[in-house]
């Protein structure tokens, strides 16, 4: 079975400009979160999906950041216009439904290192 | 102020030698997640744990989750190389599904 998967692996970009950084989740996981580590920090949570839902996004940034999840598969993350404090590893996370159970298991992708210059 | 307290925040021990990294709340966790990382890769995930006593292993590797839910050990046996990298404790305290991340503990083995 196929982990979570983020495309590309790293981006260098210049101060202003945009990208989008996607995530594919394990099929079937109806949950799916971003995170993201800046430099000497720890990894921080940015926002949750539930399917298409946007179940929690009290950790993103600002509103230069815009996440994505059309269909409920595959999320994007766009950041635009890219500012220096942007540049970390951002990772993708998924886990299955919400059940009776309030916590499953989150599967992190290999991340995306994003450089802003 | 740091929630989750993982110490030691490096460590360096000789092939075929037990060592314990610790994950510490002042808060009641409700999931402990541990996850290895390697230098410049994704997050593996060793396991989580929800329960109160809970006990888990996974190989050489065995995590316990303290009664009151607020401190955690993982704990290696017999060290190998492909044990070194970086563990990381994460915890859902809200019981929101969102992990909150310790900052680390980096792991070198010597041969």
């Known amino acids: 079975e196929a982990g979570v998967t983020q495309f590309p692996s790293h981006s260098v970009i210049e101060k202003g400009q945009t990208v989008t950084l996607r995530c594919d989740p394990i099929?079937?996981?109806?949950?799916l979160y971003w995170y993201r580590r800046v430099m000497g920090k720890e990894i921080k949570f940015l926002l949750h999906?539930?399917?298409?839902?946007?179940?929690?996004e009290s950790g993103m940034p600002n509103n230069r950041f815009l996440a994505e999840r059309t269909g409920g598969t595959y999320s994007t993350l766009k950041v635009q216009p890219a500012e220096l404090e942007d540049s970390g590893v951002y990772f993708c996370?998924?886990?299955?439904?919400?059940?009776?159970?309030?916590?499953?298991?989150?599967?992190f992708g290999p991340g995306t290192r994003l450089t802003v210059t | 102020s740091q929630e989750l307290e993982q110490s030691p925040q490096s460590l360096i021990v000789q092939e075929g030698k037990n060592l314990t990294i610790n994950c510490t709340s002042s808060?009641?966790?409700?999931?402990l997640y541990w996850y290895k990382q390697k230098y410049g890769e994704g997050l593996i995930f060793l396991m989580m744990?929800?329960?109160?006593?809970e006990e888990k292993s996974h190989e050489k590797i065995t995590a316990k989750l303290d009664e009151k839910k607020q401190q955690s050990s993982l704990h290696i046996t017999a060290s190998q190389p492909s044990h070194a990298g970086i563990y990381l404790c994460?915890?859902?305290?809200?019981?929101?599904?969102?992990?909150?991340f310790g900052k680390g503990t980096r792991l070198h083995i010597l041969p």
């Open positions: 996370a998924s886990s299955l439904g919400i059940g009776d159970r309030f916590t499953y298991e989150q599967y």
């Open positions: 099929s079937g996981h109806d949950n």
């Open positions: 744990l929800q329960k109160g006593g």
């Open positions: 994460g915890a859902d305290m809200n019981r929101d599904d969102k992990i909150i």
């Open positions: 808060k009641t966790l409700y999931g």
């Open positions: 999906f539930v399917k298409e839902s946007k179940q929690d």
